[in-house]
């Protein structure tokens, strides 16, 4: 737990030396932390749109919608960071902005979780609709857990599916899927003999890792769970 928490800061401070010249020039446009924040939102109401447009006027065989999603909940994500640095580098650290972002981050995440789920049930992919939908359930409730053990004075974090990389893992697969439906095709099966039904399918790329994310993000919430009451039975007996 400890490698992994010392691989993804060390991660975390490489992106930040790439994006703080971006950052210091946001700050000297005079956008607040919040304003960023904002912005992000605003694009991941974008990528909903961008999927209920894909699921009313597109078919199962065109996957772009997903592709450009994806690109732009990359894009969207890139602004979850963005506004902590501001605050940072900008000396505007507040405490009414940690729990805007806080708050606005779990609005982005359950309208990107929406449009996902009404493109695959107007596409008739309704089991995956489904474990999209439990993929929502774990990513609330990992963020959940955490706020809630903050709340009680011990710390619970950490775990594999936290929000960069739910945010960077269906980004990036949705990219893939647009990008390998125009080589391979949108309607693209893969069958093997003696089986009745096709085993892999171009729309796979998406909704397998949303099915992963499903398994990952609730494990992550009860893991976070174990390692709460873990610390509280230390607090208590301290």
Known sequence: MEQQTSIRTNLQLGIYKVIDPFVKVLIKLGLTPNAVTSIGFVLNIGVAVIFVIGGEEGNRGDLSYIGWAGALILFAGLFDMLDGQVARLGNMKSTFGALYDSVLDRYSELVMFFGICYYLVAQHYFLSSIFAFIALIGSMMVSYVRARAEGLGIESKGGLMQRPERVVTIGLCAIICGVSSLYI??????????????????????????????????????????????NLAKQEKN
């Open 185 to 230: 095709g949108g309607n693209y099966k893969l069958y093997v003999p003696g089986v009745k039904y096709h085993v892999f399918e171009t729309m796979s790329i998406f909704t397998i890792p949303i099915t992963i994310l499903a398994v990952l993000t609730n494990i992550t919430a009860f893991k976070r769970l174990t390692d709460a009451k873990s």
